[in-house]
């Protein structure tokens, strides 16, 4: 039986940090602080033509809010520890994150900025998740889901390490493509880039508070067209995915016009490829649609939940774990062959149920993903595009994987959590209900439920009236995405 844990379904809880700031000023309406970039092109060199626009995220300069007046900080239990000029995120989970907005109280748009690069200066390890947000469609917190999509890049792949001895050997280096048309700008930009705050790294009272700069600067240049979202409606940058227990010291979050050219200094540094990272889904598409991704279950309530949906006639998407179709104990090969005649979907949930992110190596999340893929092959005859990440945990590194096994893989969150993980077997198992029609009634139209328990099977005919009442049609995750593939409705 997998009962998601508590901390991984603490999603809700950032949807109530992420709290509108005080702040009011927006920031591509002001005039905007020079960049350093900016700021030395144009004092040396004011016959240039103006220079593109850079925007300053973030320097911590404080706890809550950041350099654009907006609103950071933790979600799921993140602890953090901040001085001013950085935040030290010490995770021990892949879905905490830590949040940085754009503009707490609506859309942002990064259009202007699309053909730069997303740069973090930070210390510690690079084994994380960043993601870019895009905001819902309403561009509203309070509605469902918020935060919107993201598109997760594997931090690691992007990380450019410059060793310190260059500042002083490579005067003479930096001279020399100073000549160079094409990097005339680049080596003012290092030399002041590599400029450090005196105050870092002493500001702390005792030895455990401070973050010393790390003699090998660290830092991460990714395209922003690398992040696949709507970048004319952005809501922040997050840190996520994080499958270490090590500490993570944020000290910069900028976007800047070019990347430092490639040096022995920094191992010839080159942006990556982009790798494909699949579709992350949250909502129905179709107009009026709304799906039920049903995922683990108890096989003692299957047929009931077979009846329930026979009886109210909608078709539905189950999400199945490998590990359960192949134990013929759970007789669920027999069941979901009979949910796959009945014109339900039957779609991907891992192999043993993992979090998958968490998993130390690709190579274990790789098995997870074949080891699943196989079993539906050999005992439904079936292959699928559609996963549902164990407990909703979503990474780079497995979003990855699963687009390399998969072609353009759609994988499966939710905006609509019947919370039958807090609720079902409480003395309050009505807050089941509760959650469903709170989900509904803030705009979400594809649930998240399990049939492990009997009280939540028991409300599934009430969720199913209730969706029919206010008008939407129930259908598959795949019919109500508008996948060609999908069966006729
Ligand atoms: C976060 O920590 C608080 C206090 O320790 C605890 O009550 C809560 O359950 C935790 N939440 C999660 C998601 O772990
Ligand atoms: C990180 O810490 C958590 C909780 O203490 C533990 O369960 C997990 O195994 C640790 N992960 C790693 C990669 O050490
Ligand atoms: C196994 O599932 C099949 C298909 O739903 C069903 O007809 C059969 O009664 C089930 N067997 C048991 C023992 O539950
Ligand atoms: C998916 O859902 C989980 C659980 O609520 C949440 O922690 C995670 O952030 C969600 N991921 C996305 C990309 O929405
Ligand atoms: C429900 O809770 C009881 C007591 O807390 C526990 O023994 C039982 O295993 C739980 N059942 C399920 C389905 O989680
Ligand atoms: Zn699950």
Redesign the pocket.
């Given at each position: 039986m997998q009962i998601p844990s508590?901390?991984a379904y603490?999603r809700a809880?950032i949807v109530l940090t992420l709290l509108p700031s005080t702040a009011t000023s927006f920031p591509h309406q002001e005039p905007r602080p020079f960049h350093w970039l900016e700021a030395r092109d144009s004092e040396q060199l004011p016959t240039r033509q103006a220079p593109l626009p850079s925007l300053v995220i973030d320097t911590f300069q404080d706890s809550l809010h950041n350099d654009l007046g907006f609103w950071h900080g933790a979600g799921?239990?993140l602890t953090v520890h901040h001085e001013p000029g950085f935040m030290r995120l010490s995770p021990n989970d892949p879905d905490q994150n830590f949040h940085t907005q754009f503009d707490t109280r609506g859309c942002f748009s990064l259009l202007p900025w699309k053909n730069q690069f997303l740069h973090v200066v930070f210390d510690g390890t690079d084994q994380f998740t960043v993601s870019l947000n895009e905001h819902n469609a309403e561009c509203f917190p309070s509605r469902s889901p918020f935060p919107g999509v993201p598109d997760s890049i594997q931090a690691s792949r992007y990380v450019m390490r410059t060793k310190p001895e260059w500042f002083d050997a490579d005067e003479s280096e930096m001279d020399e493509s100073e000549m160079d048309e094409s990097e005339e700008r680049r080596p003012r930009a290092r030399s002041l880039q590599f400029k450090r705050p005196s105050s870092m790294g002493s500001c702390g009272d005792d030895d455990d508070d401070q973050a010393p700069a790390s003699p090998t600067r660290t830092e991460l240049f990714i395209p922003l067209s690398h992040f696949h979202i709507n970048h004319g409606r952005v809501v922040s940058v997050s840190f996520t995915g994080f499958y270490t227990n090590e500490s993570i010291t944020l000290r910069r979050v900028e976007i800047v016009p070019s990347t430092p050219p490639p040096t022995s200094k920094n191992n010839h540094f080159k942006i990556p490829e982009k790798l494909p990272s699949g579709h992350m889904i949250l909502r129905c598409s179709v107009p009026n649609s709304f799906a039920f991704g049903i995922d683990d279950g108890q096989p003692q309530y299957a047929q009931e939940v077979m009846k329930i949906l026979d009886e109210e006639d909608v078709r539905v998407t189950f999400f199945v774990v490998g590990a359960g179709l192949r134990d013929q104990t759970t007789n669920f090969t027999h069941f979901y062959r009979e949910m796959l005649k009945k014109g339900h979907q039957v779609a991907l949930h891992s192999n043993t149920h993992p979090k998958m992110e968490a998993l130390p190596t690709t190579e274990k999340i790789d098995e997870e993903i074949m080891q699943t893929i196989r079993v539906f092959q050999d005992r439904l005859d079936l292959t699928s595009r559609y996963f549902r990440p164990p407990f909703g945990t979503v990474g780079a590194r497995m979003r990855q994987r699963l687009a390399k096994h998969i072609e353009s893989p759609f994988i499966v969150n939710w905006s609509v959590d019947v919370e039958d993980w807090l609720w079902a077997n409480t003395s309050t198992p009505e807050k089941q209900l509760d959650a469903f029609y709170r989900g509904v009634a803030r705009g979400g139209n594809l649930a998240v439920m399990h049939f492990l328990n009997p009280t939540t099977v028991a409300y599934l005919r009430r969720f199913i009236r209730h969706v029919k009442s206010v008008g939407f049609k129930i259908m598959r995750i795949d019919q109500c995405l508008g996948d060609p593939f999908s069966p006729a409705l």
């Open positions: 508590l901390l603490f809880a799921e239990n």
